[in-house]
């Protein structure tokens, strides 16, 4: 007697484990294969990149980024060590004050704007390729 309760007990977790993966798993997979028409919506998934690859200010200010090692810290759309360059972008208007404000930020350093995190001095780096990478950032608007 007590086999035989155990083991309907466990047929009926069986049975209802089955049905819970099944029912979900079966609902939500043909949701998403009705909706497969030939248009994706290329508003909603584009990156920042791909939005302005083509603007001379985009591809003067990223190639600087680069060379003068902005990228160790920052990345376009995640925050890693410094604040990624779209939150920047959404925080300042994209005017020659704030141009050259921030050009002498990254040139003399800063903190506590975007947390306790400092940016380094960079002294040595050419103001006017500082205010290509900064009017580059300032274009990367969502
Ligand atoms: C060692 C890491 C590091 C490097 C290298 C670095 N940054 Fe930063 N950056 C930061 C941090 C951290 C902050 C946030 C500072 C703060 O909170 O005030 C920041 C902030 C900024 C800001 C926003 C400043 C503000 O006042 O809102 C800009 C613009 C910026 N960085 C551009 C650059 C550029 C351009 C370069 C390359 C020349 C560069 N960063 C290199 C770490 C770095």
Request: negative net charge; contains cysteine; charged residues 20%.
């Amino acid at each position: 007697m007590k086999s035989i309760k155990s083991l309907a007990f466990g047929m009926i977790a069986i049975a209802s484990f089955t049905y819970a993966c099944g029912g979900g798993g079966s609902s939500s997979s043909t949701s998403e294969t009705t909706s497969t028409t030939s248009s994706p919506a290329p508003a909603a998934t584009q990156s920042l990149e791909d939005k302005y690859k083509d603007d001379p200010v985009f591809v003067a200010g990223s190639a600087k980024a680069k060379e003068a090692g902005c990228t160790a810290c920052h990345m376009v759309e995640r925050k890693i060590v410094g604040p990624s360059y779209a939150d920047v972008a959404e925080k300042y208007e994209n005017t020659a004050e704030n141009v050259e404000l921030l050009t002498s930020r990254v040139i003399k350093g800063n903190v506590g704007v975007w947390g306790e995190v400092p940016m380094p001095a960079h002294p040595h780096l050419d103001n006017d390729d500082v205010e290509a990478v900064v009017k580059y950032v300032l274009l990367l608007k969502k």
